[in-house]
């Protein structure tokens, strides 16, 4: 007789999910016994890990990821990646072990006490399956859920002597939609509010990378003859930032960001909240006169909105149904702005010498991933994003989780075949949050290039504090790390880069290797506005 344990994987077979994510520990050992040949584990060496190299590779994958928790503690432990995985709208399963039904009235070590409240706000459903029988039926309620919009993670809590009961008849194959298009009467006012604005703005957000519009999003912007911005603090590139139209990317303050968008009367928000924002700098939400128009796939985006009439829609769907419904401007095109002069070369390099590097020897097809807060405004003056997919970080804020979604992005871009190469920019200071990952992508072969600006400093703190005048704050400098002895350590090919030409060739070097490169390069401690 079948068990529930042989279900639940032809469950996971008939999704495609053959691929799990995590760290094994003593309550997840009854599901993975005898691990099926047909499936790969990839193991991490902390939960954390394992939720960001799953949320990578879903998002680079377009499907969604297994990734299997330790009961409490390991959940636990892998809560500050599932916060970043929910504000990136990333369709996960997480599965977490929980102790014996039969000891669970007296709380024994390692029961998980309130199982579906632990990862609560930060999952779409959780859920402990009252009989065994209901875990294969549970699996596909929430694959359902993972990927209907708003996508975002599920939880589920699964006894450890649940896998060896008897199965019940498997459950019926069935499948949902993950896509749905505007309300018609709404998109037609819409339609007319841009065709008469004097001077609209487009405002992109994460949403149009992954409804895979970029198309739809150009078009647009060149029948309104509309400049561009990306949304504040996006966690994906969201149109070609090479195009004459594309403007930069707004500041994520409140006063900021109004006043980089003066001037327009209408604003068209596509896939991004209206706004997200970081330091409170007070002001309008928009400049005097305008309006915005916001279109999303999320209802609690729109709920929140502090301004603007919201049409709720596939960012895909709404785009394509804009440019064939608003009538072409005869509005002469924005042109280009200046190119900013080249940053000098100086020893240290500066942030903006070493991202010029960068650029100067980007691969035609590179992924880039990156969690360096200090140095991200020089980042994305320098190495602008022309292709679709080809740019993820958090949108959480929280640290730790770009390294291992690197390895993630990488290992999907093996299994699909695809064979994109991936960058990988970490600060000194996040390289540590999550630098255990490195062995993941050593075990593996990953051919992964991981830059590490090294300033020895959270300099973005420090930006912080000068902002909000709050002085002497401890712990800020990060001296004495070696992260060359560490990278070595965990299998990593490793070098010390000091010059443009030794990032060029070392980078070359790193994408054609059979192992994960590490390049610690050595950059200017100075602090950058935050803003």
Not at 70 to 90: D, I, Q, R, S, Y
Not at 381 to 407: E, H
Not at 441 to 463: E, F, G, M, T, W
Request: hydrophobic residues 45%; negative net charge; glycine residues 8%.
């Amino acid at each position: 007789m079948a068990t529930v344990r042989d279900a639940t994987y032809d469950v996971l077979r008939t999704l495609g999910m053959t691929t799990v994510f995590g760290n094994p520990g003593s309550t997840e050992e009854p599901f993975l016994q005898d691990f099926p040949a047909d499936f790969h584990y990839v193991h991490a060496l902390h939960e954390a890990t394992a939720v960001a190299m799953a949320d990578g590779y879903a998002q680079a994958s377009g499907v969604p990821a297994h990734v299997n928790l330790h009961t409490a503690p390991g959940t636990g432990n892998g809560m500050g990646n599932l916060v970043t995985a929910w504000h990136n709208k990333t369709p996960l399963i997480v599965t977490a072990g929980q102790q014996t039904r039969e000891m669970l009235l007296l709380e024994p070590r390692l029961a998980s006490r309130r199982p579906t409240e632990l990862p609560q706000p930060y999952v779409k459903w959780a859920y402990e399956p009252a009989r065994a029988q209901d875990i294969p039926a549970a699996m596909l309620r929430a694959y359902a859920t993972a990927v209907q919009p708003p996508a975002g993670p599920v939880f589920l809590s699964l006894p450890m002597d649940d896998w060896a009961q008897p199965a019940d008849p498997p459950p019926a194959p069935r499948t949902v939609a993950t896509r749905f298009a505007p309300d018609p009467q709404r998109l037609e006012e819409f339609v007319r509010a841009l065709a008469g604005s004097r001077n609209p703005v487009l405002v992109y957000g994460p949403g149009v990378d992954r409804s895979g519009s970029w198309p739809a999003a150009v078009a647009l912007a060149e029948r309104l003859a509309a400049p561009v911005w990306s949304a504040p603090a996006t966690e994906r590139a969201v149109f070609p930032e090479d195009h004459p139209h594309f403007r930069g990317v707004l500041p994520y303050a409140i006063g900021p960001l109004a006043e980089a968008l003066r001037g327009h009367d209408m604003v068209l928000v596509v896939g991004a909240p209206v706004f997200r924002y970081y330091p409170y700098v007070p002001g309008g939400h928009l400049p005097d006169g305008a309006r915005l128009l916001h279109i999303t796939d999320d209802p609690d985006e729109a709920a929140r909105a502090p301004v603007g009439d919201s049409l709720l829609s596939d960012p895909g769907l709404a785009l394509t149904a804009l440019v064939e419904g608003v009538p072409p401007s005869d509005r002469p095109a924005p042109t280009r702005p200046d190119a900013p002069p080249p940053p000098e070369i100086g020893t240290p390099l500066s942030a903006d010498a070493m991202f010029a590097a960068l650029a100067a020897h980007w691969p035609t097809d590179g992924v880039l991933v990156q969690e360096s807060p200090s140095n991200l405004s020089a980042l994305r003056r320098q190495l602008r994003i022309t292709r679709p997919a080809s740019y993820f970080t958090m949108a959480s804020g929280g640290l730790g989780y770009g390294l291992p979604a690197a390895i993630g992005v990488a290992l999907a871009e093996r299994d699909t075949g695809r064979g994109r190469p991936v960058v990988a920019v970490i600060g000194d200071g996040s390289f540590h949050y999550s630098v255990q990952a490195l062995w993941t992508a050593a075990r593996l072969a990953l051919p992964v290039v991981v830059v590490v600006p090294v300033n020895q400093q959270y300099a973005i703190l420090k930006a912080f504090a000068e902002l909000k005048h709050t002085p002497g704050v401890p712990g800020l400098d990060l001296p004495g790390l070696d992260v060359t002895a560490i990278a070595a350590g965990y299998g990593c090919a490793t070098q010390v880069v000091e010059t443009p030409d030794q990032l060029g060739a070392a980078l070359s070097a790193g994408l054609r290797a059979d192992r994960p490169t590490v390049l610690p390069v050595p950059i200017s401690t100075d602090v950058p506005s935050i803003l």
